[in-house]
Nanobody, 127 residues
Framework: QVQLVESGGGLVQAGGSLRLSCAASERTFSNYFMGWFRQAPGKEREFVSG????????AYADSVKGRFTISRDNAKNTLYLQMNSLKPEDTAVYYC????????????????????WGLGTQVTVSS
């Protein structure tokens, strides 16, 4: 099973930016659909963004469209999430996840459809 390690979280003021990274342990990363999810205290884990194996297909939650950008570097086995114009409501633990297939199959919103998860990185946005 691929191991995923997130980094790049931290404390930022509203309006600021952060870039999250997710490093994968295996070169098979290049064949996986990858997603970012987040979970705020007392709330369910929710989909943030996803990207196909080669980057030709992306998806975003409505709440982050126009502010967040997902990307990947298969040569480095790394997934990214550039987060701009951050809001206090973006505060959460952010997780990356892998589907062992190249495209999402249409159910990228469903966290149960992912095969591997990282441990998460905390993002806190102060007002």
């Amino acid at each position: 099973q691929v191991q995923l390690v997130e980094s790049g979280g931290g404390l930022v003021q509203a309006g600021g930016s952060l870039r999250l990274s997710c490093a994968a342990s295996e070169r098979t990363f290049s064949n996986y659909f990858m997603g970012w999810f987040r979970q705020a205290p007392g709330k369910e884990r929710e989909f943030v963004s996803g990207v196909s194996w080669n980057g030709d297909s992306t998806a975003y939650a409505d709440s982050v469209k126009g502010r967040f950008t997902i990307s990947r570097d298969n040569a480095k086995n790394t997934l990214y999430l550039q987060m701009n114009s951050l809001k206090p409501e973006d505060t959460a633990v952010y997780y990356c996840a892998a589907k062992y297939q190249r495209y999402s199959g249409g159910d990228y919103l469903n966290s149960r459809s992912y095969d591997a998860w990282g441990l998460g990185t905390q993002v806190t946005v102060s007002s």
